[in-house]
């Protein structure tokens, strides 16, 4: 967002903030006062959306007056936290604040973080019909829930469930405010890195009946839509799109889900199963959990690499662990079940996945080795347009002699590549530099040949 634009907003959001201050000033002078006649929020209109990030956003979900204000609510102690600080006015009959104004105060803010009861209090007051209603903003089919933009805190379960901070997910905290779009960081929070290539389809060398299967959940990304909204079909099939790609190493599973992210405008993301499972009884679940629910509605598609590990075969129970164990493949069917968007599962073994999975996914696409003809379309297309090759070197006979995977070609090429560049001009690829090269990943692979 250049400077004009990002004023832009700032502006459109001051006239929202300034809405926000007459409401709540006439819900608190509502509230307190004992005579005359009462004054009334819901009479005060919000300003019409302009031309900006914020207002084409209000008016793109066509928010109501009230999702506005919660909206607005939720973004003050990002903007204008000051705003709030009338809450924290205390009660003279209790000698603490008052209990309809809900809010809570953390550690590191010293300011007013409205609830749930803050919303329904500014917007309901002490009208119990309309104070119902307000608890409908946070239902699980609500716009707030389905695109992820904001949510309730957890509370114990002891705490009323309005008892919750108002939430806004911090990606769309940047975009409404600054037009940028932020991208979660890897972290324990969220163990997923995104992952992307410079390739095309073109350079994808596989079997033309493996690229019409990848075509299926392609078109599941850019048709699945339509055919769950206007064929009506939501209540007869689940939402989201489930693929198992399964094969050796290197043949070419992580390449392919980022191709289809790339031609279908999807980030991918490559989960790390390393900081997902977990020896303590809950914390996999949990790990798994908090990455469903920010890629929820985000058109994400969430890559399992050596899903084996995670999505493998339930054990009889002989213990406790198992137990738990068989409680996690279950958590993570139902999960993935319910999630709205793609998960591909890659296992350099099928036969690990377990049944239950194995019924339930969309399709499961098989990535072979290479045939020589493959082989050979993959080795002339793997160094660089300036690297010069030895006269000696012949692909056909390369991609005759050694059965390889495309992943295992290319680390030839990067070993045999810097081997070139480490030597002075003129910097040429050797063959012997290339048959050492693949004698090394043979030899990684307990092989000969």
């Not at 319910?338 to 399709?363: P, Q, Y």
């Not at 660089?384 to 030839?412: C, D, H, W």
């Amino acid at each position: 967002m250049d400077d004009l634009a990002l004023n832009a907003n700032a502006r459109e959001l001051e006239q929202e903030l300034e809405w926000f201050v007459r409401i709540l000033n006439a819900r608190l002078t509502s509230h307190f006062q004992t005579d005359g006649p009462p004054a009334r929020p819901q009479d005060i209109a919000p300003p019409p959306p302009g031309d900006t990030v914020y207002g084409r956003f209000v008016a793109e979900h066509r928010l109501s007056a009230k999702e506005r204000l919660v909206l607005i609510l939720a973004l003050i102690p990002h903007l204008r936290p000051q705003l709030l600080d009338v809450l924290w006015t205390r009660n003279k009959e209790t000698e603490r604040g008052f209990t309809e104004f809900g809010g809570v105060q953390t550690a590191a803010h010293c300011g007013f973080i409205p609830t749930g009861e803050t919303a329904m209090f500014i917007l309901a007051g002490e009208d119990m019909a309309a104070r119902l209603q307000v608890q409908r903003l946070f239902e699980p089919d609500h716009l707030f829930a389905r695109t992820g933009l904001l949510h309730l805190g957890s509370v114990s379960p002891a705490d009323p469930l309005m008892s919750g901070a108002l939430l806004v997910a911090r990606e769309q905290l940047c975009q409404l405010t600054s037009g940028l779009v932020r991208r979660p960081r890897f972290s324990s929070e969220f163990p997923a890195r995104r992952v992307e290539t410079e390739l095309s389809w073109e350079q994808l060398v596989l079997p033309t009946s493996i690229v019409d299967q990848l075509g299926e959940i392609r078109d599941w990304i850019q048709h699945g839509p339509r055919l769950l909204g206007e064929w009506g079909m939501a209540a007869k099939l689940r939402p989201g799109f489930t693929a198992l790609f399964h094969g050796p190493p290197g043949t070419g599973k992580t390449l392919s889900a980022c191709l289809i992210g790339k031609q279908c405008g999807c980030e991918v993301y490559k989960i790390d199963l390393s900081l997902i499972v977990s020896k303590y009884i809950g914390e996999t679940e949990k790990n798994l959990s908090s990455i469903f629910d920010l890629a929820e509605h985000k058109r994400w598609i969430l890559f399992f690499d050596e899903a084996d590990a995670l999505f493998g075969r339930r054990t009889k129970v002989s213990d406790s662990h198992d137990r738990y164990a068989n409680q996690e493949v279950s958590f993570l069917l139902q999960r993935i079940e319910e999630f709205n968007g793609v998960v591909i599962l890659a296992s350099n073994m099928k036969a690990n996945i377990d049944d239950a999975f194995l019924r339930r996914f969309h399709t499961v696409v098989f990535f072979p080795m290479p045939r020589e003809a493959e082989r050979r379309r993959i080795w002339e297309s793997a160094f660089s347009a300036k690297a010069q090759m030895e006269p000696r070197i012949e692909f056909s006979r390369l991609a005759e002699r050694y059965e390889l995977s495309g992943g295992t070609i290319m680390n030839v090429v990067r070993y045999s590549s810097l081997k070139a560049l480490s030597r002075s001009e003129p910097h040429i690829v050797l063959l012997e530099d290339l048959e050492e090269g693949i004698r090394r990943e043979l030899q990684k692979e307990g092989r000969t040949r």
